[in-house]
C-alpha cells in the first residue's frame, strides 16, 4: 500500500487510526469526575502532543539514523515559530504559506549551522550545535530584538500590514489564523452521557501534518539513503571506504530534520500565533532529545511515544498541587498523609523538572533503547516460554523488530 | 591605552572562571574518557557552599539592647548571630567577614567527596557506553541538582559579599604610572584571579613533580600499555575525577561574590566551557588553559561601547565565533593532539 511494505503499512494505519480517534481514546473519564484532571483529550494538549510527535520524529532522522547527537535543534524550531508569525503579520492569516516559509526558514538555518558543524563529529559536533543554539538564543534576545521581540516574544498587532489578509476583524481585533476562512481555534463538541469529546479544527489540521510528515519519514527510513544514514551511524569509516562521501548525505539529514523542527514551530504558532526566545533554550533542545531516547532511537514510533509520554506528563504533573495530592492521599491516617503528601511534593507542580531530570537519568541508565526496548524485552520474555528456553527465533537478529 | 588595559583585567576574572571549569573538564576527558554535562553543576555547587555558609554564620536570635530603646520606651530587641554570642564580639564577626574565603576549606573535602560518590556511583558504568550515552546521562544530572538546589534555595540570585578588607577597588593606572583612578580594578576580582593562578600552578605542578601525577599522565596518554605495567589506573582515575570536582568547586566558592549564584549559574558557565575546551583543544591542559583567558579577554573587549556600536551584538557571540572560526582553521583546536577524542 502506498509503496510501504504490509508491516510498515499496518503501522502507518495504526497511528492514522489513533490520530483520527484521538479526541476519544484521550478522555477516558468522564466530566467531573476525580479523575477527569488525567483527560488529555482537550485541544490545546493534543496539539501539543501531535507538535512534539513531529519535532521528535524529525529529530529522529538525525539522531537515530546517523547517530550524530545535536544539542541545538531547539534552535530551528525557534527560527520557524519565528518565521511563521512573521507571515501572519505581513503576508496573511492564512497558516499555509506560513507553514512553507517557517520549513524553508528553517531549512535555510539548518543547512547554514549543519554545514560547520558537520565537519566535526562526536563529542566536538553535540558541543557545537550547542553553542550554536545558545548563540542564537542569546542573540534573539538581544539584538535581533527588532526581528524577535526581545523578551516579551514576537506577537501580532492590530497594525500589522497583512497585504492579502485583514488588518483588523470587523470588530476591531486581530485576526485568527485560518486555513482557508476555517479558524484555527474553531470546535464542536460532542456529548455522550458523562463524556465530552472536543474535536477542534487546529488539531485536526496538525494532524494532517503530521500523518503527511510521517509518510515521508518511513520512506526516507526504507530509502537507499536511509540505509546510507544508517551506515554512518554503524561505521563511517567503512563506509568512506565504499567510495562514498558521507558528508553531503550527513547534510541532508540534518537540513531534513531541522525542517521538520522548521514545520512543528510553524505548526505551534499557527495554533497560538506568539514565538519566544525561550523555545530556543539548550533545556527545549534537551527536552526533544529525552522525547527520542524514551521513547526508543531510530525507531519509527519511538520518538512519537516518547513525544507523547513527556508532554502528557509535563501537562499532567506540572498542575499537580498539594492540594490534590492531599485529596490523593485522603485515605490514610493523617500523619501518613501528611508525609506522603511531603514527600511526593518536590517532585510535582513546579517541581517537574526534577522528575524530568530523573526520568532522563533513569532511561539512560536502565532502558537505553526506550519504551519500545522495553516493549520488545517484555514481548520476547513471553514469547521465548512457548520455545526451547535460550533458543533465539531464526532470523530474529535479520529482521527489524515491531516497532522499526 | 588605559582602556584596553581595563578590559584585559576585566577579561581576567571570568577568563581565570572558564579556566579552571574547563582544566577539570579536560581533566576528566582526558584521564576518564567521558564527557561531563554535569560539570557546571560542580561549580554551581561550589558556589553554593559559600553561600550556605554566609547563611549558616549569620544564624542568629533576638537579645535584649539595654542601651537603646525604640520610640515607645521598650527595650530594643537585636538580632545577634549565634557566633558572635558564642565567640565574643571579635572572633564572631570576623567569621561572618570571612565566610566566603572560608568556604574554600570546606569545599575541598565536601567537594571531593561528591566528586568520588559521582564517579563511583554513576559516571563508572559509562566508560564503555558511547559518548552520546555519558553526555544524556551528565546532563540528566545536571538538571536533578540544578534542581534540587533550586528547592532549597529557590530561584532567585543570593548575594554574598566578599570580606570587608577586599571592598572597593585598586588603582592599577598608577602602579603603571597611568593618571590616578584611570584604571580601578576591583580587589575581589585580583583575588581571584591570583587565586586561579595559584589553583591552575597546583594542578601542574601535581601532574608534573610527583610520581602519581607522572602515572596519570602516562594513563591519559596509553591506558592500555600502563595497564599491563601492572598499575591500577582506575583507582587513580577516580581521585582525578575528585580533583577536577573540587577545581570546579573552588571556582564557584570564589566567584560567588563576583556574581551572585543562582541554580543555573552553573549551566551558563558550562556552555561556554566547553567552547573553551573545544578551541583549546580536547584533551590538552594547557590548551584549556589559555583558551579560557583568551575568550575571557576577548569577550570582555568585545564588550567595549565602541566595539558594540560598530558591530551589535558582538559581545554576545563573539566566542562562539572564534570556536567557529577555530574549528573549521584548526580542526584539533589550539594545541590538540592528534588521536584524542578524534571520533
Not at chain 2, 588603582?171 to 604610572?177: A, F, K, R, S, T
Not at chain 2, 586561579?196 to 613533580?209: K, S, T
Not at chain 2, 549559574?265 to 573553551?276: A, H, K, T
Request: net charge neutral; glycine share 12%.
Amino acid at each position: 500500500m502506498l509503496g510501504l511494505t504490509a508491516k510498515d503499512a499496518r503501522l502507518y494505519l495504526i497511528v492514522l487510526v489513533m490520530l483520527i480517534f484521538a479526541p476519544f481514546f484521550l478522555n477516558p473519564f468522564p466530566e467531573g469526575s476525580g479523575l477527569a484532571q488525567f483527560n488529555a483529550g482537550y485541544p490545546d494538549m493534543m496539539q501539543r502532543l501531535v507538535i512534539f510527535g513531529l519535532f521528535a520524529v524529525g529529530f529522529n532522522i538525525l539522531f537515530g539514523l546517523t547517530g550524530y547527537l545535536s544539542f541545538g535543534h531547539a534552535a530551528f524550531l525557534g527560527a520557524g515559530s519565528y518565521a511563521g508569525v512573521w507571515m501572519f503579520k505581513l503576508l496573511t492569516m492564512n497558516v499555509i504559506p506560513a507553514l512553507i516559509v517557517s520549513t524553508i526558514v528553517a531549512g535555510l538555518f539548518s543547512l547554514l549551522i549543519g554545514f560547520i558543524s558537520l565537519r566535526r563529529s562526536g563529542i566536538y559536533f553535540s558541543i557545537l550545535t550547542l553553542a550554536f543554539a545558545q548563540m542564537c538564543y542569546s542573540l534573539a534576545y538581544s539584538v535581533l530584538t527588532p526581528i524577535t521581540g526581545g523578551e516579551t516574544g514576537l506577537q501580532l498587532a492590530l497594525d500589522d500590514p497583512r497585504v492579502l489578509g485583514v488588518t483588523q476583524t470587523a470588530e476591531g481585533n486581530i485576526p485568527v489564523p485560518h486555513l482557508f476562512g476555517l479558524p484555527m481555534n474553531a470546535s464542536t463538541s460532542l456529548d455522550i452521557g458523562a463524556w465530552s469529546f472536543t474535536f477542534s479544527v487546529g488539531y485536526y489540521f496538525a494532524a494532517v501534518v503530521f500523518a503527511l510528515a510521517f509518510y515521508f519519514t518511513i520512506r526516507l527510513f526504507r530509502s537507499p539513503f536511509g540505509l546510507v544514514l544508517r551506515a554512518v551511524k554503524s561505521n563511517q569509516g567503512r563506509l568512506s571506504y565504499t567510495g562514498l562521501n558521507a558528508r553531503p548525505y550527513t547534510l541532508a539529514a540534518f537540513v531534513i530534520s531541522g525542517m521538520f523542527a522548521g514545520l512543528a514551530g510553524g505548526l505551534m504558532v499557527s495554533m497560538d500565533p506568539l514565538a519566544g526566545a525561550e523555545r530556543m533554550l539548550w533545556t527545549a533542545s534537551g527536552e526533544v532529545v529525552l522525547m527520542t531516547i524514551l521513547g526508543g532511537v531510530g525507531t519509527l514510533i519511538g520518538p512519537i511515544l516518547g513525544a507523547g509520554a513527556i508532554t502528557y506528563l509535563e501537562a499532567i504533573i506540572s498542575t499537580i498541587n498539594s492540594t490534590v495530592l492531599h485529596r490523593w492521599f485522603d485515605i490514610f491516617p493523617e500523619w501518613l498523609e501528611n508525609l506522603l503528601v511531603n514527600i511526593v511534593y518536590p517532585f510535582v507542580g513546579s517541581g517537574w523538572h526534577l522528575t524530568l531530570g530523573l526520568v532522563f537519568m533513569i532511561v539512560v541508565i536502565f532502558l537505553p533503547g526506550g519504551i519500545v526496548e522495553g516493549g520488545r524485552k517484555i514481548y520476547g520474555l513471553f514469547s521465548r516460554k512457548r520455545e526451547e528456553p535460550g533458543s533465539m527465533p531464526p532470523n530474529a537478529a535479520a529482521q527489524p523488530g515491531p516497532g522499526e | 591605552m588605559e582602556s584596553i588595559i581595563l578590559q584585559l583585567l576585566n577579561g581576567l576574572d571570568k577568563g581565570s572562571a572558564y579556566a579552571l571549569i574547563a582544566l577539570g573538564l579536560t581533566l576528566i576527558f582526558g584521564t576518564l574518557g567521558v564527557v561531563n554535562f554535569a560539570h557546571g553543576a560542580l561549580f554551581m555547587m561550589g558556589a553554593f557552599i559559600a553561600v550556605t555558609l554566609n547563611m549558616v554564620f549569620g544564624i542568629s536570635f533576638e537579645v535584649e539592647d539595654p542601651t537603646r530603646t525604640d520610640f515607645l520606651g521598650n527595650v530594643m530587641m537585636v538580632d545577634t548571630p549565634y557566633v558572635v554570642h558564642w565567640f565574643g564580639e571579635g572572633v564572631g564577626n570576623f567569621l561572618i567577614d570571612w565566610s566566603v574565603p572560608m568556604a574554600v576549606v570546606i569545599a575541598i573535602p565536601i567537594m571531593a567527596l561528591i566528586g568520588v560518590v559521582m564517579e563511583r556511583g554513576l559516571i563508572r558504568f559509562f566508560y564503555k557506553r558511547p559518548h552520546a550515552d555519558q553526555i544524556l546521562v551528565t546532563f540528566g544530572l545536571a538538571i536533578v541538582l540544578q534542581e534540587i538546589i533550586k528547592a532549597f534555595y529557590g530561584a532567585n540570585p543570593i548575594p554574598t559579599p566578599a570580606p570587608e578588607a577586599f571592598v572597593g577597588s585598586f588603582d592599577v593606572g598608577q602602579l603603571l604610572g597611568f593618571d590616578p583612578f584611570a584604571i580601578m580594578y576591583p580587589y575581589w576580582r585580583l583575588v581571584y584571579f591570583f587565586f586561579a593562578a595559584l589553583i591552575i600552578g597546583l594542578v601542574f605542578a601535581f601532574l608534573q613533580f610527583t610520581t602519581f601525577g607522572m602515572v596519570v599522565r602516562a594513563g591519559m596518554a596509553d591506558r592500555e600499555t600502563v595497564g599491563l605495567l601492572g598499575i591500577d589506573i582506575d583507582r587513580r582515575f577516580v581521585l582525578m575525577f575528585a580533583l577536577a570536582a573540587v577545581v570546579a568547586g573552588l571556582a564557584g566558592v570564589m566567584y560567588a561574590p563576583i556574581l551572585s549564584p543562582n541554580y543555573h549559574i552553573g549551566m551558563d558557565f558550562l556552555v561556554l566551557s566547553f567552547v573553551v575546551v573545544v578551541v583549546g583543544g580536547m584533551g590538552s591542559l594547557p590548551g584549556a588553559v589559555a583558551a579560557g583567558f583568551l575568550l575571557g579577554i576577548l569577550q570582555s573587549f568585545a564588550s567595549m561601547s565602541w566595539i558594540i556600536e560598530l558591530i551589535p551584538g558582538i559581545n554576545q557571540v563573539v566566542i562562539y565565533l572564534v570556536a567557529i572560526v577555530i574549528l573549521l582553521t584548526r580542526p584539533r583546536g589550539l594545541m590538540g593532539r592528534k588521536g584524542v577524542m578524534e571520533e
